[in-house]
């Protein structure tokens, strides 16, 4: 476990006394939700103040409750988690893990499996805590164990989603088992029929999660009409979409329009895979994350697979986008498609390379 408070508390001089207990820096969590809500890192004694009214607020608004209290904050942990299946005549397995690591304000963004930080024994170790937590607590369902794993290679518990997860489909393109149906088939009373010595990985999956949002603006929201959506496809690709051209993007809801996938036979190419298949994908009428995921895919931090939850914050703390040649040749694309012209051959994937404005292709204004 990871050293904390065992109890919410609201009153500050009691909080700044488990924050001497603890020692700096201590992160703030709400006591009754999660997803990074009310939660604050905190990392000296006169900020502390500050910190707690605004993460009392904040859970308060989130969940209708303000309680909060401390946990020690693990500098550049990376977020491991652990899918599993349990029925009710006690068989529990685990899935394998997925590396959750690169977040913006505490939730999840780009997700992928295997770890790149996770060796074979870790894994063991790891699924074993999974399966142990499960059975213990009497569990029954799809549910996901959430660990954080320091450099160190020690892994300490932060949660269970007790629920089926956005990115259990990279999981489900790894193991060629289909968990909402597992799901479903535990909820009838049925009993499990895999063994854990089953369960194997093949080649490497990534979850990009598309969000309308304005990288450029910290993520903030942005909602409208989508007035044209195009979804990439191919070989290894799924993309689990809820929206569609001419759909409202509404603000009261969380922004997420899609997640895609990319499965390949190893990581360097289920990279490949995804930011072809991201370059692919047309979203017009509002923001989207799709150019900063574009960029996180193709650096080289990414590459060495150095994926610790504070990766936006270090590796692209003031990003802006290659804008202009690339975004007109996304839209001269899409102008193309629109008005059945093929494309010449630069432009598939939408490059930009070699593809003019969409001034140049539509030709001379119609006097």
């Known amino acids: 476990m990871i050293p904390g408070m ?19 820096p201590v992160l703030i969590k709400a006591a009754a939700g999660g997803g990074g809500k009310g939660m604050r890192v905190v990392t000296r004694p006169d900020a502390l103040r500050e910190a707690i009214v605004a993460a009392a607020s904040e859970a ?23 899918q599993i299946l349990a029925d009710a005549f006690g068989n529990v397995v685990h899935l394998l893990e997925r590396e959750c690591s690169i977040q913006r304000r505490h939730q999840k963004i780009i997700e992928e499996t295997p770890s790149p930080a996770v060796t074979p024994e870790l894994r063991e170790r790891m699924g074993e805590a ?21 450099a160190d290679g020690r892994f300490y518990f932060l949660e269970v989603n007790t629920r089926l997860q956005v990115e259990h489909p990279i999981t489900e393109m790894v193991t060629g088992l289909d968990i909402v149906r597992r799901q479903l088939e535990i909820a009838a009373g049925q009993r499990l029929t895999l063994s854990q010595e ?13 969000y309308a949002e304005d990288p ?32 409202q993007v ?6 997420i329009l899609s997640k895609l996938i990319a499965h390949a036979e190893d990581r360097s190419t289920a990279i490949r895979r995804m930011i072809r298949a991201l370059e692919e994908y047309v979203v017009l009428g509002i923001r989207t994350s799709i150019p900063f995921l574009i960029d996180v895919l193709r650096s080289e931090a990414f590459a060495a697979g150095q994926t610790c ?52 292709r539509l030709g001379r204004w119609p006097r």
């Open 130 to 150: 999974a399966v142990a937590a499960a059975m213990a607590s009497g569990y029954v369902n799809a549910g996901t164990v959430e660990f954080l794993l320091d």
């Open 198 to 210: 089953e369960i194997r990985g093949r080649g490497h999956a990534i979850e990009c999660r598309i």
């Open 216 to 247: 450029e603006r910290d993520f903030f929201p942005s909602p409208g009409r989508i007035v044209y959506l195009r979804e990439p496809a191919g070989p290894g690709i799924r993309n689990d979409c809820g929206v569609y051209s001419g759909v």
């Open 250 to 255: 509404p603000v009261e809801y969380d922004p």
């Open 309 to 360: 939850t504070d990766f936006i914050a270090v590796h692209f703390p003031d990003w802006r986008p290659v804008r202009a040649e690339e975004e007109l040749a996304r839209i001269a694309f899409v102008v193309d498609r629109l008005v059945g012209r093929k494309p010449p051959p630069a432009a598939e994937g939408v490059r930009g390379e070699g593809y003019g404005s969409p001034w140049q």
């Open 6 to 24: 065992n109890r919410p508390e609201s009153d500050p001089e009691i909080l700044a006394r488990e924050a001497d207990r603890l020692g700096y």
């Open 60 to 82: 308060a608004g989130a969940f209708g409750n303000g309680a909060i209290y401390l946990e020690k904050y693990l500098d550049r942990p990376r977020h491991v988690e652990f």
